[in-house]
Nanobody, 130 residues
């Protein structure tokens, strides 16, 4: 059952901006955590930014100050605003969500997050050229 659908990826030059959207087909209050992950060719999937209940956010060090995660509860949509994009940001970006009560509702543990999220979108490609 599809629960998350991403959109907004594309190709930009370094320094440009993109906004990704993730529409959930259930009320986002069903999730303790929602966030964005990315996977570049030959690399493991990594957490980029997550938001937990109370709109508490966490970011990977590599994107702090450049990316912003936000949500619109009325639209059941989570966004990732990406500014000052760099070639190393090139990857497939995935929206993910964690059901409430799973893994103690802990949303951000670098290096041990992928397995905690039990709903995933199909991904949207972001390509940044130099």
């Amino acid at each position: 059952q599809v629960q998350l659908v991403e959109s907004g990826g594309g190709s930009v030059q370094a320094g440009g901006s993109l906004r990704l959207s993730c529409e959930a087909f259930v009320n986002t209050y069903a999730y303790s955590c929602m966030g964005w992950f990315r996977q570049a060719p030959g690399k493991e999937r990594e957490g980029v930014a997550v938001m937990r209940s109370g709109d508490i956010t966490s970011y990977a060090d590599s994107v702090k100050g450049r990316f912003t995660i936000s949500r619109d509860n009325d639209k059941n949509t989570v966004y990732l605003q990406m500014n000052s994009l760099k070639p190393e940001d090139t990857a497939m970006y995935y929206c993910a969500a964690m059901s409430r009560g799973r893994y103690g509702d802990i949303c951000w543990i670098p290096g041990d997050m992928v397995r905690r999220y039990n709903y995933w979108g199909q991904g949207t490609q972001v390509t940044v050229s130099s």
